[in-house]
């Protein structure tokens, strides 16, 4: 059993977990120096009549957890962990990361692009390989350690993590995946994702937090993302959270991008009991895209507050932001959009929109879309609705069989659906249609199936020459549309 | 054995207000029952009233089908005894695709009328319902839409969302068509159409007419029933049925309106409150 450090958030800890990973200098004084900036950083407590996330974390009990839970990368995986590796391997893929509580467990990458030199490791070791590398992106520009004083308690205390590099003009079709999982409750684990991708390259990657469920423990899990976008580079991030909940969740993504680069997040959260989700777009470059699509389901006591910031630098930048999340029983979300577009940042379109569904009356959700900007030839806008199911289309559903619950369950689905299709990846796509059935009291099996099949797998199998158009007043092929997948 | 949809001195509200009062009406399987009457006589609440719409209270009066009391049941479980309603307006739904939705809804009237067991989640537990596998329910819809005449295009969009006028009217028939209902109550599906649209629905029901349906239609005006022929003709006023007849009363109702066969209290009552 590798050592572990004793509970607790200290000065003599940081200096013992570096210690115990054999870290350089560098990173030690980088984490020393992090430590005084939590140490000197004011708890953030949020707004005086908000919904009360951030003052409940800031009384959560960190002293009470181990920051440092190394796993053994040569012990088998748990079945837990091995089984939903599975089901993510289904399909091709190009490399894999397998995060164990603290310990980076598992790596793979294919062959032909390590030849190409794509780097793939975990963080620990990049730090030992790839100094200048890591030094200079390394909770620097992206994500400064002084962003907030859990930024700070991460660069101090950041435990595994993964490492990206991916050469100039190297394009990686099938998609990375990495699994981050937590099975030792009681833990804190802060892992880090470090992605550089060099001018006119291409990576999907694509990240999934778990932990094993129904804990009655407190854990706790800090995830940053940092992503780098050299000239005309384009990284597409997809992340599903499906941690327990008994867990506490911190994340914050951010990607810089230089000129013509594009990032494209896609995030799903769907687990932890109180997450704090801070995601954002640094348009530095002219040119840069930014796309932020996000869906979540919140029932029980789960409290969210997420923050998307669209920051425009630069002429000719781009940025949509799609979130669309469900809340049920007295579960509570606080969604925060900003759209900042600085002064000479012209020609540029910035677009926000949040939809929340209401399906119970304890559940409560804010939104609060905030708009600076400082340039004067640009287009921007943004748009919030909150409501409940509609109970016109629950009749309707209902007068075809459906009962009740299941009409409300299909209202989900087709509230959902239209951000789902815009996931590029197709596993992910299925694998989040059957995570959102799972969470929707009542369901069955089939549902789950019925809404795949119809949305993936139905094909159509020519069109029939007798048929004619529903609509008889435009009979012609235009009428004959399929769906795009 | 013939199916019959009784209603006994059915009487409702919605909001309060006294919309049906007193209607009496057999249809049976086999049989084409044209209902008209002027706007706002209560045609389309009896129709919404008959499957259990919530926003109307029923006050007095009995609704059996099958010999079983339909007030009893949710309005799940009506279409699920194999009554149908074609919408007048049908409901947009986005996001969810006809082939979902259809499946979904033919599963639970293939089960007939009775309660739903509801899984157990989020415990993870989750109840197997006995479904129509895909290749069965794909072949049964193409069939389906092959006599319709509908456009295999039609399953992958969502429901009625940017349907047309006619072609939302179209994808009531077709469902309809799926379901195989006993009787169908079909409220004003002549209404927004235009003529050739017209004939095309008309086609369509008549496609599906015989022995086992028996349909209540629906109509403000005679020329539906240029195309479906009526058993029988009923004339709905201020929440009544005031006169029954064969088909040739609809041509009687073209020709002279409906002011002539107002009951003289009725006109008196509206003369005195205006």
């Given at each position: 059993m590798p050592e572990t450090l004793l509970s607790g958030f200290s000065r003599n800890a940081v200096e013992e977990l570096s210690r115990l990973k054999g870290e350089p200098a560098w990173m030690l004084e980088k984490r020393l120096q992090a430590?005084?900036?939590?140490?000197?950083?004011?708890?953030?407590?949020?707004?005086?009549?908000?919904?009360?996330?951030?003052?409940?974390?800031?009384?959560?009990?960190?002293?009470?957890?181990?920051p440092y839970v190394p796993a053994q990368s040569d012990s088998p995986l748990p079945a837990a962990i091995a089984s939903s590796l599975q089901e993510a391997l289904v399909h091709?893929?190009?490399?894999?990361?397998?995060?164990?509580?603290?310990?980076?467990?598992?790596?793979?990458?294919?062959?032909?692009?390590?030849?190409?030199?794509?780097?793939?490791?975990?963080?620990?070791?990049?730090?030992?390989?790839?100094?200048?590398?890591?030094?200079?992106?390394?909770?620097?520009?992206?994500?400064?350690?002084?962003?907030?004083?859990?930024?700070?308690?991460?660069?101090?205390?950041?435990?595994?993590?993964?490492?990206?590099?991916?050469?100039?003009?190297?394009?990686?079709?099938?998609?990375?995946?990495?699994?981050?999982?937590?099975?030792?409750?009681?833990?804190?684990?802060?892992?880090?994702?470090?992605?550089?991708?060099?001018?006119?390259?291409?990576?999907?990657?694509?990240?999934?937090?778990?932990?094993?469920?129904?804990?009655?423990?407190?854990?706790?899990v800090h995830s940053i993302v940092e992503i780098y976008t050299k000239n005309a580079a384009h990284v597409e991030f997809s992340n599903l959270q499906d941690l327990g909940q008994n867990v506490w969740h911190i994340t914050h993504k951010n990607a810089v991008q230089e000129q013509d680069g594009s990032v494209a997040w896609v995030l799903a959260d769907l687990g932890s009991k109180v997450m704090l989700s801070n995601i954002g777009v640094d348009l530095m470059g002219n040119g840069t895209a930014g796309e932020l699509v996000g869906v979540f389901f919140a029932d029980h006591e789960q409290r969210y507050a997420i923050k998307t910031l669209s920051h425009h630098?630069?002429?000719?930048?781009?940025?949509?932001?799609?979130?669309?999340?469900?809340?049920?029983?007295?579960?509570?979300?606080?969604?925060?959009?900003?759209?900042?577009?600085?002064?000479?940042?012209?020609?540029?379109?910035?677009?926000?929109?949040?939809?929340?569904?209401?399906?119970?009356?304890?559940?409560?959700?804010?939104?609060?879309?905030?708009?600076?900007?400082?340039?004067?030839?640009?287009?921007?806008?943004?748009?919030?609705?909150?409501?409940?199911?509609?109970?016109?289309?629950?009749?309707?559903?209902?007068?075809?069989?459906?009962?009740q619950e299941e009409a409300e369950r299909i209202i989900v689905q087709g509230f959902f659906e239209p951000v789902l299709q815009r996931i590029p990846l197709e596993?992910?796509?299925?694998?989040?249609?059957r995570s959102i059935i799972q969470r929707l009291r009542g369901s069955y099996e089939t549902e789950a199936d019925t809404w795949v099949d119809a949305q993936e797998r139905w094909e159509i199998e020519g069109v029939d020459e007798y048929a004619i158009a529903l609509d008889s007043s435009t009979a012609s092929d235009d009428e004959i549309k399929l769906t795009e997948y | 054995m013939t199916s019959e949809l009784i209603i006994k001195n059915l009487h409702a509200n919605i909001e309060g207000k006294p919309i049906l009062r007193g209607v009496d009406l057999v249809v049976k399987q086999g049989e084409i029952h044209a209902?008209?009457?002027?706007?706002?006589?209560?045609?389309?609440?009896?129709?919404?009233?008959?499957?259990?719409?919530?926003?109307?209270?029923?006050?007095?009066?009995?609704?059996?089908?099958?010999?079983?009391?339909?007030?009893?049941?949710?309005?799940?479980?009506?279409?699920?005894?194999?009554?149908f309603l074609?919408?007048?307006?049908?409901?947009?739904?986005?996001?969810?695709?006809?082939?979902?939705?259809?499946?979904?809804?033919?599963?639970?009237?293939?089960?007939?009328?009775?309660?739903?067991?509801?899984?157990?989640?989020p415990t993870g537990k989750m109840t197997k319902r006995r479904n129509i596998p895909p290749g069965e329910f794909r072949k049964l819809l193409q069939e389906k839409m092959r006599l319709l005449k509908v456009d295999n295009s039609f399953i992958n969009r969502a429901i009625n969302d940017g349907f047309s006028g006619g072609e939302k009217k179209r994808a009531e028939i077709l469902q309809m068509a799926l379901l195989e209902p006993e009787i169908a109550l079909m409220d004003e599906t002549d209404s927004g159409l235009d003529i050739d649209a017209l004939k095309i629905v008309s086609e369509s029901v008549n496609a599906l007419t015989g022995p086992n349906l028996g349909i209540l239609l629906i109509t403000h005006y005679q020329r539906m029933l240029n195309y479906i022929t009526p058993d029988f003709v009923h004339v709905m006023f201020h929440g009544r049925i005031i006169k029954s007849g064969g088909k040739e009363l609809a041509l009687e109702l073209e020709e002279k309106g409906y002011e002539w066969l107002k009951p003289a209290d009725e006109t008196n009552g509206e003369a005195v409150n205006a």
């Open positions: 430590w005084e900036t939590y140490e000197n950083t004011p708890t953030p407590v949020g707004r005086r009549g908000d919904l009360g996330t951030l003052r409940m974390f800031s009384n959560f009990r960190f002293q009470e957890l181990h091709a893929r190009s490399g894999l990361v397998v995060q164990r509580n603290t310990s980076v467990v598992r790596t793979e990458l294919a062959d032909k692009l390590q030849q190409q030199g794509v780097i793939l490791t975990d963080l620990e070791t990049a730090v030992r390989n790839y100094p200048e590398l890591v030094q200079q992106h390394f909770m620097t520009n992206c994500i400064p350690v002084s962003s907030d004083k859990y930024t700070a308690l991460h660069a101090a205390f950041w435990s595994s993590g993964i490492f990206l590099y991916v050469p100039k003009g190297v394009e990686i079709e099938d998609p990375i995946l990495a699994q981050v999982w937590e099975d030792e409750p009681g833990s804190a684990i802060f892992t880090h994702t470090l992605i550089i991708a060099d001018e006119l390259s291409n990576v999907r990657f694509v990240q999934e937090l778990n932990s094993t469920q129904g804990s009655e423990h407190n854990s706790f630098n630069a002429l000719n930048t781009n940025a949509e932001t799609l979130v669309k999340g469900v809340l049920t029983d007295s579960s509570r979300v606080e969604f925060d959009g900003m759209i900042r577009i600085e002064p000479g940042a012209q020609h540029t379109a910035s677009f926000l929109s949040d939809h929340t569904l209401l399906l119970s009356d304890e559940c409560r959700s804010e939104s609060i879309p905030g708009l600076e900007i400082g340039a004067n030839e640009v287009s921007a806008s943004h748009g919030a609705t909150t409501g409940k199911i509609d109970e016109e289309q629950l009749f309707y559903l209902m007068v075809r069989g459906i009962p596993n992910l796509r299925v694998r989040l249609r | 209902l008209m009457g002027p706007n706002g006589s209560g045609k389309s609440t009896l129709a919404n009233v008959i499957m259990g719409n919530p926003k109307y209270e029923v006050t007095d009066g009995e609704i059996w089908f099958k010999d079983e009391n339909v007030l009893e049941y949710s309005p799940d479980r009506r279409p699920r005894m194999r009554l074609a919408f007048q307006y049908p409901m947009s739904i986005p996001g969810v695709s006809v082939a979902n939705f259809l499946r979904r809804s033919l599963e639970a009237v293939r089960e007939g009328n009775k309660t739903v067991e509801e899984g157990e989640n």
